[in-house]
């Protein structure tokens, strides 16, 4: 019988230091044969990125690279609500956090709800500059997105700090092998799918 391999993701924001990373920890689990579903690879043109959230926030593992950008861009805050709605977050979600990451003070996070609170008012003013409200299709689901973000962030960024997450020295000296070690348990214990 032909065993399926648990569907894992990495969220991630483009560009700069998460790339990197990024790309180390696809060719680490390359050299394991553990297929990893990453957006630049595996979403193709046309398809729809809102789907392929969907499908990410669904899935069995979820490999989530926080940089600064990652808390900042309204694509991976939709992702890590996706995966937050879908339940079981604290088992699904292997976070590897950049140095440059300050979640752990209160008052860090209280700037992630502050930055997220500008971004929804600059929009509402954006619309009330408007003579017209009947063509806005589309941009309200953008403000209910930032107001969800902005309700969210603070319990979201709570989460993530309160995972021992080492930090990237040690997850690149090691080449990944407590990431590797935790998917694998994950799947081990019946949690996953089976790998091949």
Known sequence: METTQPSIYISHAWGGESERIVQKILKRFDKEGIHVTLDKKDLGYRQSIQKFIENLGQADAIIIVVSHKYLHSEYCMFELLQIYENKNILERIFPVVLDEVHIAKSTDRLGLVKYWEDQTQALEEKIRELRSLSHIEGITEDLNLYNNIRNKIAKLT???????????????????????????????????????
């Open 158 to 196: 709570s989460i993530l700090k309160d995972i021992n997450t080492l930090n990237i020295r040690l997850h690149e000296q090691s080449d990944f092998d407590e990431l590797i070690k935790a998917i694998k348990k994950r799947s081990m214990s019946g949690q996953l799918l089976q790998f091949p």
